[in-house]
């Protein structure tokens, strides 16, 4: 029997039957570890760099590279961006299918 294939809402969370208020929340919040994760690589930080630069614990750091996503909130991984050095420009647009 053929497997049943649905078309992605474009959030994974959203597919998996996740409120979308709380969806896109992970959304975000997975899109924002995902770049931390990434300038650390860029920069080649070790995790104590990172901690250091991040101005967090060494511990909070293998949480975030380890995709413990319940662990952080938004406003946490903005804080990291800004002892980085980087500002976060938050953008917004309407879905072209509302659930």
């Known amino acids: 029997m053929p497997e049943k294939v649905r078309k992605s809402s474009g959030n994974v969370f959203r597919d998996l039957g996740i409120p979308p208020a709380e969806a896109e929340n992970l959304r975000v919040r997975t899109d924002l570890m995902m770049q931390v994760e990434k300038l650390i690589e860029v920069r ?32 946490s991984l903005i804080e990291m961006f800004g002892r980085a050095g980087y500002t976060v420009t938050v953008g917004a647009r309407r879905r072209s299918r509302v659930a």
């Open 44 to 75: 080649g930080w070790t995790q104590s760099e990172a901690a250091k630069h991040l101005g967090v614990s060494k511990r909070r750091i293998s949480d975030l590279l380890h995709g413990k996503i319940e662990r952080f909130s938004a406003d």
